[in-house]
């Protein structure tokens, strides 16, 4: 139907609008998608205590242990094995150096990641070194088991020695006073040294600054890692 000119058009025969497109489709998958998720630290936890427990190291830890509980076995049994305290006492002492070179030299690093040495400078002096590896993750440091393992079985092993010095001194057991005076230092020795790693390796001191007198007014640094 032709309409004449100047007329208004009829609203039945009006263009239709194209559809608007509809977005809120998507943004609904969205929020559907991130509804139900739940953090679940309770797993990351037990994944982590999991982790601390595993022994990543088991024969460093074992020699760690081997040579030290042996000597103090081979020390009560000394008078079953043979009457010859020469024989006794050379048994226990090379126990006891071979117990200090491993213990200062490999199951310190891999365990707790602390080493110390002696080294002579161009002057010749004599320097002591003391070490503390920090903790970053990918390393090769042991784990809270092995660290645990580690020095429990350097404090307690040189108490026990301690406390064979005080019987034989009681009983006048000169000879084998010799004896318990010499595992005592080869003990004790290791332990001062990797307390002092310890130490510096949290206060972040140079080593040459860090001395003894320090250990005594630091007991948190032995309550700390039992």
């Not at 004599?126 to 580690?150: C, D, M, P, Q």
Request: proline share 4%; with cysteine.
């Amino acid at each position: 139907m032709v309409q004449p000119l100047g007329s208004r058009p009829n609203k039945a025969y009006q263009r239709p609008q194209a559809p608007q497109l509809a977005y809120a489709l998507p943004q609904k998958r969205m929020a559907d998608d991130t509804e139900d998720v739940e953090l679940d630290f309770a797993a990351d936890e037990q994944e982590r205590e999991r982790r601390s427990a595993v022994i990543r190291h088991p024969l460093a830890s074992f020699f760690h242990l081997f040579f030290r509980v042996v000597a103090i076995v081979a020390y009560l049994l000394c008078d079953l094995i043979s009457e010859n305290f020469a024989s006794c006492f050379v048994l226990i002492i090379t126990l006891l150096s071979f117990d200090f070179w491993s213990v200062k030299n490999v199951t310190g690093r891999l365990l707790v990641g602390l080493r110390w040495w002696n080294q002579i400078d161009d002057d010749g002096k004599s320097l002591w070194v003391f070490e503390a590896k920090k903790a970053s993750r990918g390393n090769n440091i042991g784990t809270e088991a092995e660290a645990r393992i580690f020095w429990l079985g350097l404090i307690i092993c040189p108490l026990i020695w301690i406390f064979f010095f005080f019987t034989s001194l009681f009983s006048l057991k000169i000879k084998w006073l010799s004896l318990v005076v010499a595992s005592v230092s080869l003990q004790a020795a290791n332990l001062y040294g990797y307390l002092r790693c310890k130490a510096v390796g949290e206060d972040g001191q140079p080593a040459d600054s860090f001395t003894g007198q320090h250990l005594l007014q630091r007991p948190d640094i032995i309550f700390g890692i039992l």
